[in-house]
């Protein structure tokens, strides 16, 4: 339950400017040091805000233990927003590697935290060791290997455009990541605790892709199109990235809902079969998550975070509203909303963003879907055609299973065979990935 807060608050920790100081041409000495105080300002806010708010918290959820476990999260805040600044820095020098090796450090140190914290304690602390342990490492390691220190706040450094920049984005992604983390959170007032954990596992597994490939991707998008001045050339140069990343993650996300029983019974445990319906929905939401991700990219990297916020304001509230009340009926309802929402975001991000770059409707929505119509669209037709094949010809469950398999190969196969450029472009950006800090070191 308290996971969902902490992903809200993580988010919007930088106060958007993240992407501010990776979408500005350059930054000064003094803009450096300034966006390090604010970062960490702001971490320390929103920690405050954390502990403070904790008994609200749990009277929410009518459980007293959350308050010391928000209180010990709080911290996590203050963590990220030292980190911010550093990890910007390691982006804008092209040191992917060097960010990977954080990450994966950070991720191993806090898996083992909360492994150790678990076998120990046996309660909820290990969230807040995993928690807090991850944010210590990234910490230690970007400031050890970073060559940048930060100075005393400096007047008169041109923050005004940063700035600005960096509050549109805010106010996009505390709304985004609220009406992502919704869910969870309306599902944990009306749902029993253990179906509310099955759901929060199910969309971990679903936007597992997204967030292993297509977010890190991000580094690589927004400079490029930095690059680019001429806004008729946006959704060109976002294509060459995008479209190899979607091919990559609806892959693994058809996959995964195409086989959901079986993905179930592995990562949930025989006894969640339920769920199974619930997280093939979800992987069709993720297929159509990262089916946006171009709208994203284009309109932040072509310096236009405004007209992101103005097309994505009603659908989210829409997804809001709409998962508050499905919330009480079951998961099923809440996935389908989830689905319905992701859709609508990309019809209003082509339909008014895009448009206003002088983009026409059906090229972006070609462009969008391109890469994964075949995968959005057999991943609910595969398992029901099967099905009726299972009833038809009495076949097994191993057989069915096979001949899941061989479809979802041959899926993969016509997506990469029919636009052949997306093999050639997944290698590129492949090489350009783990190249990149090598060439400019």
Same mark, same amino acid.
């Not at 093939?280 to 990219?297: D, M, N």
């Not at 994964?372 to 076949?395: D, G, K, R, S």
């Not at 997506?415 to 060439?439: D, E, V, Y």
């Given at each position: 339950?308290?996971?969902? &807060? ?39 806010? %929103? ?156 969309? %971990? %597994? ?46 693994? &996300? ?158 993969? %196969? ?28």
């Amino acid at each position: 339950m308290v996971a969902g &807060l902490v992903v809200v608050a993580r988010v919007v920790g930088d106060f958007g400017l993240s992407l501010a100081s990776l979408q500005a041409p350059s930054l000064s000495v003094g803009q450096k040091s300034n966006l390090f105080w604010i970062n960490l300002t702001v971490g320390a806010i %929103l920690t405050a805000l954390l502990a403070g708010l904790a008994p609200l918290v749990a009277e929410f959820y009518a459980t007293d233990r959350i308050v010391s476990i928000c209180r010990l999260l709080s911290p996590v805040f203050l963590l990220n927003g030292a980190s911010a600044q550093f990890r910007i820095e390691a982006n804008r020098a092209g040191l992917f590697q060097h960010l990977a090796l954080v990450d994966v450090t950070a991720t191993v140190m806090g898996l083992a935290s909360a492994i150790t914290a678990s076998m120990v304690l046996h309660n909820a602390m290990a969230l807040v060791a995993q928690q807090i342990a991850t944010a210590i490492t990234a910490l230690a390691i970007l400031t050890v290997r970073a060559k940048w220190r930060p100075g005393m706040p400096r007047m008169h450094t041109g923050m005004a455009r940063i700035l600005r920049f960096g509050g549109v984005v805010f106010a996009m992604t505390t709304l985004n990541a609220i009406s992502n983390q919704m869910a969870p959170i309306a599902l944990g007032h009306t749902q029993p605790a253990s179906v509310v954990g099955a759901f929060n596992r199910s969309v %971990l %597994l679903s936007t597992a892709p997204v967030q292993q490939v297509a977010t890190p991707m991000t580094r690589l998008a927004i400079p490029r199109i930095r690059q680019n001045s001429g806004a008729g050339t946006h959704l060109s140069v976002v294509r060459g990235v995008h479209a190899p990343v979607a091919l990559v993650c609806a892959a693994g &996300l058809s996959c995964l809902g195409m086989n959901a029983d079986i993905a179930v019974r592995v990562f949930l445990g025989p006894g969640w079969a339920s769920i199974a319906p619930v997280l093939s929905v979800l992987c069709i939401a993720g297929i159509v998550q990262v089916s946006g991700y171009i709208i994203y990219w284009t309109l932040v990297g072509s310096g236009r975070p405004r007209l992101l916020l103005l097309s994505e304001v009603f659908p989210r509230l829409l997804m809001i509203g709409g998962i508050a009340v499905c919330a009480p009926h079951g998961l099923l309802p809440v996935a389908w909303c989830i689905v319905a929402g992701q859709c609508l975001l990309i019809l209003t991000g082509c339909g008014y963003g895009l448009r206003r770059l002088s983009i026409r409707f059906w090229d972006s929505m070609f462009s969008a879907f391109s890469p994964t119509a075949p995968f959005l669209i057999a991943t609910p037709l595969v398992p029901f055609i099967l099905e009726a094949t299972q009833h038809l010809w009495n076949l097994t469950d191993t057989q069915c299973n096979i001949l899941s398999a061989i479809a979802w190969a041959a899926l993969v %196969l016509g997506a990469i065979a029919i636009p052949r450029g997306n093999r050639g472009l997944a290698l590129r950006m492949a090489r350009k990935f783990t190249g990149s800090s090598q060439s400019r070191v």
